[in-house]
């Protein structure tokens, strides 16, 4: 929202005692001002909007470092998301994302908001935090991670105060906020194995989400769709799923590879992608970087297709192991 707006907004919430358009509107200033690395005035919006009728929690939500009390930590955005292998239809769905948050201002002239909910799907080491953080980088903004051991009380009321404050810190930012493993928190509520308090934090959560502004670009992983509360689904306007590599991906990632070592392999990417039999991205990256650990510790007489043929061997006694 342009600031000639906001301040439109801010008069006509005074004017009418329209306590949610106040709250919203100071909430959007605040993120502008903290984007703008304002932070002492956007510290000042927050005060004044938590001022009524209470005191602002003891509790440090902002110790991204992991600290005592911190409910999030943070994450740099490095990765770019033309660097990640993702198909056609998913890749073109993230662009038009960051396209609509970068190009608000025209949607909000024409009464549209930008999506800022996405679900993503799909089994372990695929790519799930890797397309949150690319978001981010795409958006310019923070990537806030949920950490669950700081959420999670031993009591459920506690579990829904924290969950309250975490939810009253990213509205007043401009960030991407990253839930993994989202079925911790967004189980289905008909599981007749869990409680009515545990429900209850269930749907509190999804009335919290609903409610965040369109600023705050909310997006959820799970490796366990088939857990997930039914009213989760239909709360995200984008749904996407990361499956396992496939051959052409392995032969693509090899490729890259190859050209990032700008040399020959000793194998071409398409023998590699059929020897490898990593199930996920995660496990390629692990290869590469063994390979590369190898490479410089071997320096100044490496010999590259030696390092890559030992390096097959171990990995191919790694996954008959594990199988």
């Known amino acids: 929202m342009s600031r000639a707006d906001l301040i439109v907004s801010l008069v006509k919430a005074g004017s009418q005692g329209d306590q949610q358009l106040l709250r919203t509107t100071v909430e959007a200033m605040a993120a502008e001002e903290r984007a703008k690395h304002h932070h002492q005035l956007a510290d000042k919006l927050e005060e004044n909007l938590r001022a009524n009728g209470r005191t602002r929690s003891a509790e440090v939500v902002r110790s991204f470092d992991g600290g005592h009390g911190g409910l999030l930590y943070e994450i740099e955005p490095r990765r770019a998301l033309d660097a990640l292998f993702l198909d056609a239809a998913s890749l073109a769905a993230c662009r038009e994302l960051v396209e609509e948050q970068h190009r608000k201002d025209i949607l909000r002239s024409y009464g549209l908001e930008p999506r800022n909910r996405v679900l993503l799907s799909g089994p372990p080491g695929n790519g799930k935090t890797s397309l949150a953080e690319a978001i981010a980088a795409q958006l310019l903004v923070p990537l806030f991670v949920v950490r669950y051991e700081a959420v999670i009380g031993s009591f459920l009321g506690e579990t829904s105060g924290r969950l309250k404050k975490l939810f009253d810190f990213v509205r007043t930012h401009q960030c991407v906020l990253f839930f993994d493993e989202f079925d911790t928190l967004g189980k289905e509520r008909g599981d007749v194995h869990e409680t009515g308090e545990i429900k209850r934090v269930v749907s509190s959560l999804l009335l919290q989400?609903?409610?965040?502004?369109?600023?705050?670009?909310?997006?959820?992983?799970?490796?366990?769709?088939?857990?997930?509360?039914?009213?989760?689904?239909?709360?995200?306007?984008?749904?996407?799923?990361?499956?396992?590599?496939?051959?052409?991906?392995?032969?693509?990632?090899?490729?890259?590879?190859?050209?990032?070592?700008?040399?020959?392999?000793?194998?071409?990417?398409?023998?590699?992608?059929?020897?490898?039999?990593?199930?996920?991205?995660?496990?390629?990256?692990?290869?590469?970087?063994?390979?590369?650990?190898?490479?410089?510790?071997?320096?100044?007489?490496?010999?590259?297709?030696?390092?890559?043929?030992?390096?097959?061997?171990?990995?191919?006694?790694?996954?008959?192991?594990?199988?």
């Open 209 to 323: 989400i609903d409610a965040l502004p369109s600023h705050v670009v909310v997006v959820t992983a799970t490796n366990h769709a088939e857990l997930l509360d039914r009213a989760v689904w239909r709360r995200f306007q984008l749904r996407l799923s990361l499956p396992a590599p496939t051959l052409a991906q392995k032969e693509e990632w090899f490729t890259r590879f190859q050209a990032r070592l700008e040399g020959p392999l000793g194998f071409s990417p398409k023998t590699l992608a059929t020897k490898i039999q990593a199930t996920n991205f995660s496990d390629l990256e692990q290869f590469c970087e063994d390979i590369q650990r190898r490479y410089v510790l071997s320096l100044p007489d490496a010999n590259l297709k030696r390092i890559v043929a030992e390096r097959l061997k171990q990995w191919q006694a790694r996954f008959t192991i594990g199988q």
